[in-house]
């Protein structure tokens, strides 16, 4: 499992656009690109930043049931992640993940009341590569 993650986390860390998918109201999958996450904890933790009134943060919020894609076009292998998407209001972790950069999104800044943090955690996933899928658990 250790070389599986450190080759997973070299391929999410070379991406500049991760994938997000929630699920919608009528039960369907609902898939946005994102920047690269601001964090991560190996291949089990992400965080994104987004705007508190989005549709994504509505979703994650009545269903936190949530899938997150990374593809490398060049070599064409992709890992999919499955797991649970939190919305996170704590001013610490906001604090935490903010960066003067993000200025540019939040006209209020880090506390300006649209700024909030989404938070993925993994607990399964697939990975696509060299004409082969292989699934694995997250621990």
């Known amino acids: 499992m250790?070389?599986?993650?450190?080759?997973?986390?070299k391929l999410i860390d070379k991406q500049s656009v991760s994938f997000i998918s929630s699920v919608d109201e009528n039960g369907f999958p609902n898939t946005k690109a994102m920047l690269a996450p601001v964090e991560r904890e190996g291949i089990k933790t992400f965080y994104w930043h987004?705007?508190?009134?989005?549709m994504r943060v509505k979703q994650y919020r009545a269903n936190p049931k949530a899938c997150i894609y990374f593809c490398d076009e060049l070599s064409f292998r992709?890992?999919?992640l499955k797991g649970?998407?939190?919305?996170?209001?704590d001013p610490a972790v906001r604090k935490e993940i903010w960066k003067e950069e993000f200025s540019i999104?939040?006209?209020?800044?880090?506390?300006?009341?649209?700024?909030?943090?989404?938070?993925?955690?993994?607990?399964?996933?697939?990975?696509?590569g060299n004409y082969h899928s292989e699934d694995f658990a997250i621990k």
């Open 2 to 9: 250790k070389q599986l993650t450190e080759s997973l986390e």
């Open 78 to 80: 992709g890992v999919m």
């Open 84 to 89: 649970t998407m939190e919305v996170v209001d």
């Open 50 to 54: 987004t705007n508190s009134p989005s």
């Open 105 to 128: 999104y939040y006209e209020g800044g880090m506390d300006g009341g649209d700024f909030i943090v989404l938070k993925f955690t993994a607990e399964t996933g697939r990975l696509y």
